[in-house]
């Protein structure tokens, strides 16, 4: 008999390294003579689109067409410690500190010109560079930005341990086969706040990716040990969703400015896959009735527990 339940689950997820631990990020903006402006960021990207959210800031803050503008975030000759891709912390803490260097470098710019609307074309800007030599202006600025926290406090359990948080929900729907075990995923439903969103098709696509992850936290990923030795060490038995295991993602944003935030934005990277296995281990609770304690929920574990 296959059974049909719905689960919901909620987080908030501080970003940053947090609890009062030095999480600073680091960025240059300089323009150059040939008309093109570089922003050298140590912004890993690792599929999230970090390149391309430091793109767009860049532009944004200068009002200079992205054509115009190259992400240098290769070389560490020339590249100023922008901290790890790690803890959902490079669009508000690096976002930040290319805003900053972008900011200061469109005050230089402003010296010299008087354009307002967005400058699109190389001669424009390569007449900028040539004025601001002449007048003896900066042509590089370096952005700082530093994460406000504080360590948790022993005794009272006071604090600022991070921020800023973003929040999530999620609701799945599943069905549960009481003859054999299998759970499949039919829907995931998921609403994320992370401040104003910088570009809704890669948040759109940390939404699936996290919700992939998610799947596979709750129903597949095992790692099986002998002896602190680990058995299963390829994909053929450690097994992950594909395509074929994912189900329909629906995402939808709350996009509740952060003040603090470039443009009001936040951290998205991990918050988006921890409601993704409670939200299953509740549907399956709705469709038999049965909680499970440890993940991930196989198809042998829901037989034994059904016996």
């Not at 922008?82 to 500190?97: C, E, L, V």
């Not at 040990?225 to 992950?240: D, M, V």
Request: glycine share 10%; charged share 20%; hydrophobic share 35%.
């Amino acid at each position: 008999m296959k059974k049909k339940g719905v689960g919901y689950a909620s987080i908030f997820y501080g970003t940053g390294y947090g609890n009062g631990f030095p999480d600073e990020s680091r960025a240059t903006a300089k323009i150059k003579s040939d008309g093109i402006i570089n922003i050298y960021v140590e912004v890993s990207d690792v599929g999230s689109g970090g390149k391309s959210i430091m793109w767009q800031i860049a532009s944004k803050t200068l009002n200079i067409d992205k054509a115009l503008i190259n992400i240098i975030n290769t070389n560490t000759k020339y590249m100023l410690d922008s901290g790890t891709a790690a803890a959902s912390r490079q669009t508000y803490n690096t976002g930040n500190a290319v805003l900053d260097a972008c900011s200061k470098l469109r005050n230089n710019i402003n010296k010299v010109t008087n354009e307002t609307e967005i400058i699109t074309s190389s001669d424009i800007l390569n007449k900028i560079f040539e004025d601001m030599i002449k007048n003896n202006i900066s042509i590089s600025e370096d952005g700082y930005f530093k994460a406000t926290t504080s360590t948790i406090h022993t005794k009272n359990g006071q604090g600022n341990p991070y921020w800023p948080y973003t929040f999530g929900a999620q609701r799945a729907t599943v069905i549960v086969d009481t003859e054999t075990g299998k759970i499949d995923v039919l829907e995931i439903i998921a609403i994320n706040d992370a401040g104003k969103i910088i570009n809704p098709t890669l948040a759109e696509g940390q939404v699936e990716g996290g919700c992939s992850m998610g799947v596979g936290y709750a129903l597949m990923e095992e790692i099986n040990l002998n002896k602190g030795k680990i058995k299963n060490t390829n994909f053929s038995n450690y097994i992950i969703p594909t395509s074929m295991d994912m189900p329909d993602v629906k995402s939808y944003f709350v996009e509740e400015k952060e003040t603090t935030g470039p443009f009001g934005a936040k951290g998205l990277g991990e918050p988006v896959m921890l409601p993704t296995a409670p939200a299953i281990l509740n549907a399956i609770y709705d469709a038999i009735g049965i909680r499970f304690y440890e993940l991930p929920v196989t198809c042998e574990k829901v037989l034994a527990a059904l016996k």
